[in-house]
């Protein structure tokens, strides 16, 4: 249950009354979420899954996600959250404190830090120190450029002591198509910082460091096959600059934010969503991400997913706190969904 502070009398009855009411929403999931029906000659996501029999609900949560905010120091194309440079939207020390607290009352197996770009909040190793004792896993997504010098050099040695997964961005190993996603010269950076890395002993045998990447399409198309683009990284970042890591994860982009935005000004929305329903895999949806993740957004409030979160789509239809939370989503307990959700069960799907 949820641990109440010091407060007494009509203060702490306003906070277990809010409590119940809180938990009373997500183990009945008693609000619908609509569909999103924007994309013309699209089935529904909903009617989709409908007509396979299938439905999209809660597993048991294993993963906290942790969105750390939509300041970036880049502006990538792909990006769903349209982060970048001067946004405002960072976490707080209070709400990463609430964090901290909700992570050790409801213990997961992993714990996954984004943004936005992780590194420019202030804050963040004290994040990363309170976390890293509470899960098995944490795991910190980079861009591999938010930060450098005697900045980075800190943020490194902390990861390295407490054993932080890296999961880089880096869309391809052909720079034109990279920068073309991520800016001019972005990848020559990137690949500086793996160097770096590797150095550190991320990504190498025996070391225990792990570093993953994960790449999107350049561009309104699917992403290959995960195994065979892992071989191509690897042998492409070996030949081409010395460059190690241990697993790729390549996911299909996901149309909303800047991504959506440049879909819709190039006049590829429609023919991009019905790639996306084409590619749609039934087989999929058991393994989706959000049947065991809950998201925390920067403010602090629960949402299904990243996704749901840029498409603003709390968890239970409910605006929660994670200082509220009495417990954890049960399974069986709706997730919200949309049209944007085909882009995770294309192909292999969003797992």
Same mark, same amino acid.
């Given at each position: 249950?949820?641990?109440?502070?010091?407060?007494?009398?009509?203060?702490?009855?306003?906070?277990?009354?809010?409590?119940?009411?809180?938990?009373?929403?997500?183990?009945?999931?008693?609000?619908?979420?609509?569909?999103?029906?924007?994309?013309?000659?699209?089935?529904?996501?909903?009617?989709?899954?409908?007509?396979?029999?299938?439905?999209?609900?809660?597993?048991?949560?294993?993963?906290?996600?942790?969105?750390?905010?939509?300041?970036?120091?880049?502006?990538?194309?792909?990006?769903?959250?349209?982060?970048?440079?001067?946004?405002?939207?960072?976490?707080?020390?209070?709400?990463? !404190? $609430?964090? @901290? =607290?909700?992570?050790?009352?409801?213990?997961?197996?992993?714990?996954?830090?984004? &943004?936005?770009?992780? +590194? *420019?909040?202030?804050?963040?190793?004290?994040?990363?120190?309170?976390?890293?004792?509470?899960?098995?896993?944490?795991?910190?997504?980079?861009?591999?450029?938010?930060?450098?010098?005697?900045?980075?050099?800190?943020?490194?040695?902390?990861?390295?002591?407490?054993?932080?997964?890296?999961?880089?961005?880096?869309?391809?190993?052909?720079?034109?198509?990279?920068?073309?996603?991520?800016?001019?010269?972005?990848? !020559? $950076?990137? @690949? =500086?910082?793996?160097?770096?890395?590797?150095?550190?002993?991320?990504?190498?045998? &025996?070391?225990?460091? +792990? *570093?993953?990447?994960?790449?999107?399409?350049?561009?309104?198309?699917?992403?290959?096959?995960?195994?065979?683009?892992?071989?191509?990284?690897?042998?492409?970042?070996?030949?081409?600059?010395?460059?190690?890591?241990?697993?790729?994860?390549?996911?299909?982009?996901?149309?909303?934010?800047?991504?959506?935005?440049?879909?819709?000004?190039?006049?590829?929305?429609?023919?991009?969503?019905?790639?996306?329903?084409?590619?749609?895999?039934?087989?999929?949806?058991?393994?989706?991400?959000?049947?065991?993740?809950?998201?925390?957004?920067?403010?602090?409030? *629960?949402?299904?997913?990243?996704?749901?979160?840029?498409?603003?789509?709390?968890?239970?239809?409910?605006?929660?706190?994670?200082?509220?939370?009495?417990?954890?989503?049960?399974?069986?307990?709706?997730?919200?969904?949309?049209?944007?959700?085909?882009?995770?069960?294309?192909?292999?799907?969003?797992?």
């Amino acid at each position: 249950m949820l641990s109440l502070s010091t407060g007494q009398g009509r203060e702490k009855d306003k906070l277990v009354m809010g409590s119940n009411r809180i938990a009373e929403g997500i183990v009945a999931g008693i609000r619908e979420i609509s569909p999103d029906r924007e994309a013309g000659g699209v089935e529904p996501f909903a009617d989709t899954l409908a007509r396979h029999g299938l439905s999209l609900v809660r597993d048991r949560v294993h993963t906290l996600q942790v969105n750390t905010g939509y300041l970036c120091d880049l502006r990538c194309r792909h990006c769903h959250l349209e982060a970048g440079p001067g946004r405002q939207e960072i976490m707080s020390r209070k709400t990463m !404190e $609430a964090i @901290v =607290a909700f992570a050790g009352r409801h213990p997961v197996q992993a714990i996954d830090i984004t &943004g936005g770009a992780p +590194e *420019l909040v202030p804050g963040l190793p004290f994040l990363i120190e309170g976390l890293a004792p509470l899960a098995p896993r944490l795991m910190l997504r980079t861009n591999l450029s938010a930060v450098s010098g005697a900045e980075w050099e800190s943020l490194l040695a902390l990861c390295v002591a407490q054993r932080v997964v890296l999961v880089a961005s880096f869309p391809s190993t052909n720079p034109s198509q990279a920068d073309a996603q991520r800016g001019a010269g972005v990848t !020559e $950076a990137a @690949v =500086a910082v793996l160097k770096k890395l590797n150095d550190a002993g991320y990504g190498m045998e &025996g070391t225990g460091l +792990e *570093l993953d990447l994960v790449s999107n399409p350049v561009g309104a198309i699917l992403p290959m096959p995960q195994d065979s683009a892992e071989r191509k990284f690897r042998h492409d970042l070996q030949r081409k600059w010395g460059i190690v890591f241990n697993h790729l994860y390549t996911f299909a982009n996901v149309p909303l934010g800047r991504f959506r935005a440049w879909l819709l000004r190039t006049g590829n929305y429609e023919r991009y969503m019905k790639t996306l329903t084409d590619a749609f895999n039934p087989s999929a949806v058991e393994g989706l991400m959000c049947r065991t993740l809950l998201s925390v957004s920067w403010d602090g409030f *629960l949402y299904d997913c990243d996704f749901n979160l840029a498409a603003g789509r709390p968890a239970a239809g409910l605006r929660i706190h994670v200082s509220d939370i009495p417990e954890l989503p049960p399974p069986g307990a709706p997730i919200a969904i949309g049209d944007y959700c085909y882009a995770c069960t294309a192909g292999s799907g969003f797992t």
